[in-house]
C-alpha cells in the first residue's frame, strides 16, 4: 500500500534548521528528501543551473528512461516539497561556521541560513576545448559519454576529438556503437605501436592535423575542420571535459579541493563524508563521472548519512542534559511509569 506524505510545516527562512543542502539537482533534491523523510528541517538552495539542462533526456534513470532533465527536476522538487523541504531559489555565495552552526549566505548575503549540516550538491562545470562550435553543439550533437548518449548517435558518423591519453578509451567504447569513428589526435599523445595496432584492429581512422573549428548548423555538428583547411563530414563529436567541481564553498569551510587526472572534486567517503566535520558531499561535486542516477544514489546515502551524524549528537545531548545522573533506582522508577501493570509480560 502507498502511503501519501503526512501534512508538514516548512520551517521559515530565519529557522535554524538541520541541514541545508546546496543543490537542487537529482543528488540535492534526494538527499533532502531522505532527510525529511526522517523528520528533519531541511532547506534546499538552488541556483537554477543544471548540468545536464541541454540535453533532450536523461538515460539510465530506471523508470524514467529519456525523460527531460528539467522535467525530472522539477518532480523531485514536487516530492521534496510534500515532505516538507523548504526550495529557495538562489547562489549561495559564503559559507562559515563549524558543526552545528553553520551560516550560508544567499546572493551576496541578501539572505542568511543557519544550519547544523551542510550537504553540498553544488555540482561541477564542464570545461571544454576551446574549438569554436563544440560550446554551441554542446549536449545535443557534441557529447563526452557513450552511456548518456551513445545509443542516440549509435551507426552515425562519430568523430572522437583527443585531449589526453584518455582518449583512447573513448574511441573504444563508441567504436562499439558506430563502424564509422574517426580519431582527431589533436590534444591526445602520439599513439603508442600498440595502440596503432588497436586502432587499426577497430577500424578507427587517424587524423594527425589539430581541429580548428566545427561546422555547426544550430545544435547539429555538420563537419570538423583541421589545420590546412580539410573538412570531415560528421554527424556527432565526442569529447572529454575537464571536471571542475564547485568547491568555493567547501573551501570556505575549511577543505581543501581535491585535483585528479580528470579535473577537481571534493572528496568523500562512499556515505559522503567529507573531511569537515558536519559537511557531506554529494553527486558530481564528489563523484564527477556519475550519471544522474548514480548522483540520485549518492545524495540519499549522503542525507542518511547526516541525519545519521545528527541523531548521534541528538542522543549524546539527551544524555548530557537528564536532570539526574543514572542510577539503579532512577532506571526502577522509569521501568514502574512505563510498564505499569504489563509487568512479566501480562
Not at 502511503?3 to 535554524?16: K, M, Q
Not at 538552488?46 to 545536464?52: K, L, S, T, V
Not at 529557495?88 to 543557519?114: P, Q, W, Y
Not at 539527551?318 to 532512577?330: D, E, H, I, L
Amino acid at each position: 500500500m502507498t502511503h501519501s506524505p503526512l501534512p508538514v510545516v516548512a520551517p521559515a527562512l530565519t529557522d535554524h534548521v538541520d541541514v541545508v543542502v546546496v543543490g537542487g539537482g537529482a543528488a540535492g533534491l534526494a538527499a533532502a528528501i531522505a532527510l525529511a523523510r526522517s523528520r528533519r528541517t531541511v532547506i534546499v538552495v538552488d541556483a537554477g543551473q543544471p548540468r545536464n539542462a541541454p540535453a533532450a533526456g536523461a538515460h539510465n534513470v530506471l523508470g524514467h528512461e529519456g525523460i527531460a532533465p528539467l522535467e525530472l527536476l522539477a518532480r523531485g522538487r514536487a516530492e521534496a516539497e510534500a515532505y516538507g523541504v523548504r526550495i529557495v531559489n538562489g547562489l549561495v555565495t559564503g559559507a562559515s561556521g563549524v558543526v552545528d552552526d553553520f551560516t550560508l549566505e544567499i546572493d551576496g548575503g541578501a539572505t542568511r541560513l543557519s544550519a547544523r549540516r551542510v550537504i553540498l550538491a553544488t555540482g561541477l562545470i564542464d570545461d571544454l576545448p576551446d574549438i569554436p562550435g563544440v560550446r554551441e553543439a554542446w549536449g545535443h550533437s557534441v557529447l563526452h559519454c557513450p552511456f548518456c548518449h551513445g545509443w542516440e548517435v549509435r551507426d552515425q558518423r562519430i568523430a572522437v576529438i583527443g585531449r589526453s591519453e584518455n582518449s583512447m578509451h573513448q574511441v573504444l567504447l563508441f567504436s562499439q556503437l558506430s563502424d564509422d569513428v574517426t580519431f582527431f589526435l589533436h590534444d591526445a599523445p602520439e599513439p603508442s605501436d600498440e595502440q596503432w595496432e588497436q586502432l587499426a584492429a577497430l577500424g578507427v581512422s587517424v587524423v594527425t592535423p589539430r581541429v580548428q573549428r566545427l561546422a555547426v548548423e544550430g545544435t547539429q555538428v555538420e563537419a570538423v575542420e583541421v589545420d590546412g583547411g580539410r573538412s570531415f563530414e560528421i554527424d556527432a563529436v565526442v569529447v572529454a571535459p575537464r571536471f571542475m567541481a564547485r568547491t568555493e564553498l567547501y573551501e570556505a569551510l575549511g577543505g581543501e579541493r581535491t585535483l585528479t587526472p580528470f579535473g577537481e572534486q571534493v572528496d568523500g567517503d562512499p556515505r559522503g563524508v567529507t573531511a569537515v566535520p558536519g559537511v557531506f558531499v554529494a553527486g558530481n561535486t564528489g563523484q564527477p563521472m556519475a550519471m544522474v542516477a548514480a548522483a540520485a544514489g549518492s545524495g540519499v546515502m549522503a542525507g542518511a548519512a547526516a541525519h545519521g551524524d545528527l541523531a548521534a549528537a541528538d542522543l549524546a545531548r539527551a544524555v548530557a542534559t537528564r536532570a539526574q545522573p543514572f542510577s539503579s533506582a532512577m532506571e526502577a522508577k522509569a521501568s514502574e511509569a512505563v510498564l505499569g501493570g504489563r509487568r512479566h509480560g501480562i
